[in-house]
């Protein structure tokens, strides 16, 4: 058993710290980010350059071969000063939704690891919640090609992408777990139809609609729901690790706050109500850091374990993250809210963490599933 | 980093399992599932069995008896203990006194006192707070004054818990007035059957007697009984800073048996569905095991840090908190389980009620105590807010 970073773990985070800091000013991105297309993307080409994207892609396809605890190294220290980067959709998840795409993904994952293009993943559909397996877009097999047909609500970071990779129905019904497959869409692919949207983290994304597009098959026939889940949960850990980092740097400012900001002739950090305030976040920011490390290091034991690990973490980090940043902008007072200090960005962050890859309320319920699983495994 | 046990960490696990197994009587498990201690005769026969195991001090060095164990080795005793719903250990002779005898006392005492710790021959008492030193201990009147050969020690003590029951006690007394408060107060072993001495119970809300008073008055003790230096007895309780968190640790470990009650109870039906069945009850207690989870994992992380003996800082702070927030929680959710029986603590005509009754409404009382005692939520918040935020 052990908690600690390797070294190059360590410098991995440390060197994401110091690219935050030095690229992602509060100034820098209020004044580029959703206006300029242009910033996001000489940010994107300096991160491939760092051989961040190539991380967690497999050394047989290219990649780095990186575990999942370098990942969470290295999203942590994105996350302490927030880099409003799509790394985790491109770097984490689309690679570990092509694991089983043999030549059809290999291009896509050369020019995400290049940095030359986009990928991001439309899982999602209309009126089913987060729910992977609730798939109505079909897929059509004629003269030896696939097209599909159908919608996808929301595509996390598809904003800039180049590719997308989608599930579809080639059997069964549109609940069922069985008869879900992959595909891999290009953005310019005809009756795609891709509209963009800006989240209030500054983050890029999508909605599809689908007619007839064509499209090339990237996972086993009928059983892709497997590798999906386990995708996401590699994503949903990569998020909780930067959800760590992002909320230790909010209450490391509010402490410094705490400390300086005098009131009433004496810094406001003398006051016990404040300190308790002060410690509950510092508990909470233990507590999901603890909880990610253990969420991190089950994501290749058994799929029920590892649902029941990653689900307890999202639920819980996502409480963390959410209280310390909401606590972090109160104690700040009135220029908490504003533009010009990071902790409004990362409240803002981490409630839109809170929505991505499910919410705390559904993650609940997909843990108590899976504790009912094993409780009756062991009966 | 990673979470796997290693080859010899699972043969130990299944070691301690076995041991275990199908040994921990039925009519033991509300009791301990809810938090209480056992009758202190289960509990003395309890850790006579595993000191002839010779696993009577999980946490102690070999050199004093105990195990030796590391701090894995020590997760799994515990986790495995909790598993089978076996009952902590007391720990005020094991956890608090101990140490400090082996760390501060003299040959003669470790010989004397050590092993019938561990044989549960003595059961000790902690004689540290007095009605007007509670979270400010340091401000404690309780005097022992050097006549001869003897101490004769004359105070009051108070929330001293089972004291009724232990056969020594380990006392602060101040020996001499300095001007810093925490300076001049020694720490001495004072046998309960001693002249003068006297213990009365305080009554309290969970109508289960596991506190008292104690009034010293002309209570003579042999010099001997002095541990470590007279008026360094302040300094002494450093040594359990680094072990309180372990106590804590322990205690969050066993939390998980809090949840197996929880979800018995919640096994109830209403109207032919169970309890656990209905998604608000089910999100509830799954809230409930996710933040026990995530107790656990800081647990891990608290037990990996003692391991390489790095500091912990404040995180046993953290641990005693979080721990008592689940205590109360857990048990608010168990009696929302039981429903309307909840109502029938006692048998009026000698009838059986609900089979968690009385257990689980004390157990949710006692557990208003867990937040208060051992150094209470607020002050764990300001020791926090001193050693780690430098504010």
């Not at chain 1, 800039?160 to 777990?177: E, K, L, N």
């Not at chain 1, 706050?257 to 300190?275: D, E, K, N």
Request: hydrophobic share 45%; charged share 20%.
């Amino acid at each position: 058993m052990d908690f600690v970073y390797s070294d190059e773990q360590q410098m991995l985070r440390d060197a994401a710290i110091r690219y935050g800091g030095d690229t992602w000013s509060v100034t820098a991105r209020t004044s580029n980010l959703g206006t300029n297309e242009q910033w996001p993307r000489q940010r994107w080409a300096e991160m491939a350059e760092m051989g961040w994207l190539m991380l967690a892609v497999p050394e047989a396809r290219g990649g780095l071969g990186g575990s999942p605890a370098d990942v969470m190294a290295l999203a942590e220290g994105l996350g302490r000063n927030l880099v409003a980067s799509p790394f985790v959709t491109n770097a984490v998840l689309v690679p570990a939704l092509l694991a089983d795409a043999g030549e059809a993904g290999d291009e896509v994952l050369a020019a995400i690891m290049a940095g030359t293009a986009q990928a991001a993943a439309g899982l999602i559909e209309p009126d089913a919640g987060y729910n992977a397996a609730s798939v109505a877009t079909v897929a059509t097999l004629a003269d030896g090609a696939y097209r599909l047909t159908g919608a996808k609500a929301h595509v996390e970071d598809g904003g800039d992408a180049d590719w997308f990779v989608v599930s579809a129905r080639t059997g069964g019904s549109a609940a069922d777990r069985e008869g879900i497959s992959l595909f891999l869409v290009a953005r310019d692919a005809p009756g795609l139809t891709v509209e963009r949207f800006r989240s209030v983290d500054q983050h890029r994304h999508a909605r599809l609609a689908l007619t007839d597009v064509p499209a090339t098959l990237v996972a086993p026939l009928d059983q892709a729901l497997p590798t999906i889940e386990a995708a996401v949960d590699r994503a949903i850990c990569a998020h909780l690790a930067e959800a760590v980092g992002s909320m230790e740097a909010a209450t490391d400012a509010t402490l410094e706050y705490l400390r300086t900001r005098q009131q009433f002739g004496v810094p406001i950090g003398s006051f016990q109500v404040l300190q308790h305030r002060a410690v509950d976040m510092t508990v909470f920011c233990e507590e999901a850091r603890s909880i990610t490390y253990w969420a991190t290091l089950s994501l290749d034991h058994p799929r029920l374990e590892r649902r029941r690990a990653v689900s307890a973490a999202k639920v819980r980090v996502g409480q963390a993250g959410l209280h310390v940043t909401r606590d972090a902008v109160q104690l700040h007072g009135g220029i908490g809210v504003c533009e010009e200090l990071l902790v409004s960005h990362h409240l803002r962050r981490q409630m839109m963490l809170e929505f991505t890859h499910g919410t705390s309320d559904m993650h609940i319920g997909l843990f108590e599933a899976a504790n009912r699983a094993l409780l009756g495994q062991a009966a | 980093m990673n979470l796997d046990f290693d080859k010899a960490d699972l043969a130990f696990r299944d070691e301690v399992r076995e041991f275990f197994a199908g040994s921990i009587p039925e009519e033991w498990k509300t009791r301990v599932r809810a938090g209480l201690r056992l009758d202190p005769a289960d509990l003395i026969a309890y850790q006579k069995r595993l000191a002839a195991r010779g696993w009577g001090a999980p946490t102690w060095p070999k050199e004093f008896g105990g195990t030796g164990w590391n701090p894995t080795q020590q997760f799994i005793f515990w986790s495995e203990a909790a598993r089978a719903d076996a009952p902590m250990q007391f720990h005020q002779g094991l956890e608090l006194i101990g140490p400090i005898i082996y760390t501060y006392g003299s040959p003669e005492q470790k010989a004397h006192y050590l092993p019938r710790i561990i044989q549960s021959d003595d059961w000790w008492c902690q004689g540290y707070s007095e009605p007007g030193a509670g979270s400010d201990l340091a401000s404690l009147r309780t005097r022992a004054e050097r006549v001869g050969d003897h101490y004769v020690l004359n105070g009051q003590k108070t929330w001293t818990s089972y004291a009724h029951v232990a056969q020594q006690m380990f006392v602060l007394a101040r020996t001499s007035a300095e001007t810093r408060r925490q300076d001049g107060i020694s720490l001495l072993l004072v046998p309960m059957d001693a002249q003068g001495l006297r213990v009365r119970p305080i009554a309290t809300m969970d109508e289960k007697h596991h506190t008292n008073e104690v009034f010293l008055d002309d209570v003579r003790i042999p010099l001997g009984n002095l541990v470590g230096e007279e008026g360094r007895g302040w300094t002494y309780g450093k040594v359990l800073l680094d072990r309180e968190r372990m106590v804590a640790a322990c205690n969050a470990i066993f939390l998980t048996q809090m949840a197996r009650g929880i979800r018995r109870a919640a096994e109830r039906k209403l109207g032919g569905v169970a309890l656990i069945d209905r998604p608000i009850v089910a999100a509830k207690i799954a809230q409930f095991e996710i933040e026990v989870q995530a107790l656990q994992a800081m647990v891990l992380r608290l037990m990996d840090e003692a391991a390489r003996g790095a500091d912990s800082g404040p995180r046993g702070s953290m641990v005693k908190l979080r721990w008592s927030q689940l205590m109360q929680s857990g048990m608010s959710l168990w009696l929302g389980a039981i429903g309307p029986e909840a109502a029938h603590f006692e048998a009026l005509d000698g009838g059986p009620g609900h089979f968690d009754m009385p257990y689980a409404l004390q157990g949710a009382l006692y557990s208003r105590v867990t937040t208060i005692y051992g150094g209470s939520s607020e002050i764990q918040h300001n020791i926090i807010a001193r050693r780690a935020l430098g504010i």
